[in-house]
């Protein structure tokens, strides 16, 4: 395996705070690495060192020196004067890499090519930062939460798209389908170290756990050692031999053991005084549109009517502009609709987290923020949780909670925001992308919440993997003022979806068949396979077939774990060239399947 980035003894801490001590670590060409951590934990950071954006205390980061390298930021600047087309060639654009610029822009949802940056949300910027990093064809990208403002769909071109990609590939997302399908290595980041796993997401949740059972175990062990040898340094005799000293250096380095926590969740918070009455709300006929910047006249909503059941949890999905956060605010009663109404019930309390986000008072500590709310939550049946026992629930320790909010991350702060909102025990929860930000730990900790959840839920997310575990139903916003609704969670309705897209072709190619011929002997263009071009349509079946067993081989073993490194490496190269291969042969297919035989 040919290195591409090899970590040394890297060091990096702000002030006291440590945020990883002497981690080694290496990418090799072809790798595609997720590294995964807490919110506050260093990640961005760390990828901002990688990329030479920031500084490092100690160790060596040794780059092979011939490759390019790209980076996508977290929060992307941009000059607000240059034109899309020029922040994603930043100025060097030639006609064929504007073509291809294009093709990735539409797929990203970008279409005004001259429109000023400054005139883009700050979404589509990320959008087209992300375009810029793939146009500029690096050898090695690093990518800071890429699924970030991207709807549904793009995420899944994309996730096709860099699986496909023979570049070398080192990326924080909280996407864990994004995870599973993308990469083959994953780093997590954790209590200042750094531990490797070579396989999918999938694969490091389960030798992750062995990992926490086998320290769980040692720490166990030396706590009861500990004890022992406590004892013999409190009656340890002054005058001490080599042997002594020997065994007293060997009681500190045990104490330390004995001392680690794994922190891990245990508890599950089900609160039982909830209540919520029969009558949610009612939908009567609701229509909106909106005129945008360029005069074009947007539906939101087509004369609607939806009646919300008693403790349903429904999932908003749709592309990015068709109307999701609108819905939601209309139902709150920020936006007026333009005619019907939200007839909501009396006993309905909503609890409302948005996509801005609270504005915090950086000099306030984190816990000073959810005691001025309440200092406990009541679970019913006599049971209390205390404003500090919900922060410690949602992963903030003591210390982080005695810290002042300025020092808080951006994830550390959503996070936050989040505890505000669940702190006033609401009985209907209105989440507008509420993963955004939040790292892996705290959104399984979110999932297990709404699961046990006794109440109502409304969730808009692009999160796949989010909206499995947590929704019963979705509402599919599909523009123009087409709204759909299914009974099941985002995956259930992608397999319906593709179920139904084949079933419909199919009927169509059926009623092609059926219908009389019209052939114009005059004027028929059509012809007849050659010899050559029926042994060669022969054997493209067979070599089609033959490829798609391998790719289903490749993608097995890839996911199995059992692969040594350059074992590893040498299949993760394979993948991508044998899909275009495979492109390929199916294309050249197609054509020949369109003559007479």
């Not at 040394?8 to 945020?19: C, D, I, M």
């Not at 005139?119 to 800071?144: C, H, M």
């Not at 496909?164 to 954790?190: A, P």
């Not at 050692?225 to 060997?250: D, F």
Request: aromatic share 10%.
């Amino acid at each position: 395996m040919t290195p591409y980035l090899d970590v040394q003894n890297l060091t990096k801490s702000f002030g006291a705070q440590v945020l990883f001590r002497n981690i080694c670590f290496s990418v090799g060409e072809g790798q595609k690495v997720g590294l995964i951590a807490k919110n506050g934990t260093g990640k961005s950071t760390l990828l901002e060192i990688l990329a030479g954006k920031e500084g490092y205390d100690e160790g060596q980061i040794i780059y092979r020196n011939d490759i390019r390298i790209g980076f996508l930021e977290q929060t992307p600047k941009f000059d607000a004067e240059e034109s899309v087309l020029d922040a994603c060639f930043n100025h060097e654009g030639n006609p064929d890499k504007i073509l291809r610029a294009k093709q990735i822009l539409t797929q990203l949802h970008i279409t005004d090519l001259d429109q000023p940056m400054g005139q883009l949300s700050g979404g589509q910027q990320k959008r087209v930062a992300l375009a810029n990093a793939l146009l500029n064809e690096p050898d090695f990208l690093i990518l800071d939460e890429p699924t970030n403002h991207l709807d549904l769909e793009m995420i899944v071109w994309l996730e096709g798209y860099l699986s496909r990609s023979t570049l070398t590939l080192l990326m924080v997302t909280h996407d864990r389908y994004f995870l599973d399908h993308v990469c083959q290595v994953i780093l997590e980041l954790d209590n200042e170290t750094i531990y490797s796993y070579h396989g999918n997401y999938s694969y490091y949740l389960e030798k992750r756990q062995e990992r926490i059972e086998n320290q769980t175990a040692e720490i166990a062990r030396a706590k009861n050692l500990y004890r022992t040898e406590l004892e013999w340094m409190r009656r340890m005799p002054q005058a001490r031999g080599h042997k002594a000293r020997y065994r007293e250096e060997a009681f500190y380095d045990l104490q330390a053991k004995a001392h680690q926590r794994i922190e891990e969740r245990q508890m599950r918070l089900k609160a039982s005084n909830v209540y919520i009455g029969s009558k949610i709300f009612e939908c009567q006929y609701v229509s909106k549109k909106f005129t945008d910047s360029k005069g074009n006249e947007k539906i939101i909503l087509d004369n609607f009517y939806y009646n919300f059941a008693r403790f349903e949890k429904m999932g908003i999905v749709g592309n990015n502009g068709t109307g999701k956060s609108t819905f939601i605010k209309m139902l709150l009663g920020i936006v007026p609709p333009d005619s019907g109404k939200f007839d909501i019930g009396e006993t309905v309390r909503f609890g409302y987290f948005s996509q801005e986000g609270l504005q915090f008072n950086n000099d306030e500590k984190v816990i000073d923020v959810i005691t001025d709310i309440a200092d406990y939550i009541d679970l019913g049946g006599g049971r209390h949780m205390t404003a500090s026992q919900f922060l410690n629930y949602f992963m903030f320790t003591p210390e982080q909670q005695h810290n002042y909010v300025y020092k808080l991350s951006g994830g550390e702060r959503r996070k936050l925001y989040l505890c505000t909102v669940l702190m006033r025990n609401p009985n209907f929860l209105v989440l507008d992308e509420p993963t955004n930000d939040l790292d892996i730990q705290t959104l399984q900790v979110l999932e297990q919440y709404l699961e046990d959840f006794p109440g109502c839920v409304i969730v808009v997310s692009h999160d796949r993997y989010f909206m499995d575990k947590v929704v019963d139903h979705l509402l599919i916003f599909k523009g123009e003022g087409v709204v759909k609704d299914f009974p099941g969670n985002y995956t259930q309705y992608r397999e319906w979806s593709a179920l139904k897209s084949k079933e419909d072709s199919e009927k169509e190619k059926s009623r092609a068949d059926k219908a009389p011929a019209k052939k114009d002997y005059h004027h028929d263009t059509r012809r007849r396979m050659s010899y050559k071009e029926k042994r060669e349509f022969e054997q493209l079946t067979a070599d089609i077939e033959k490829l798609e067993n391998e790719q289903k081989l490749l993608e097995t073993q890839l996911c199995s774990g059992q692969l040594s490194v350059e074992e590893l490496t040498e299949k993760s190269k394979r993948l991508p060239k044998l899909k275009d291969e495979l492109d390929e042969k199916s294309m050249r297919w197609l054509e020949l399947s369109e003559l007479d035989n």
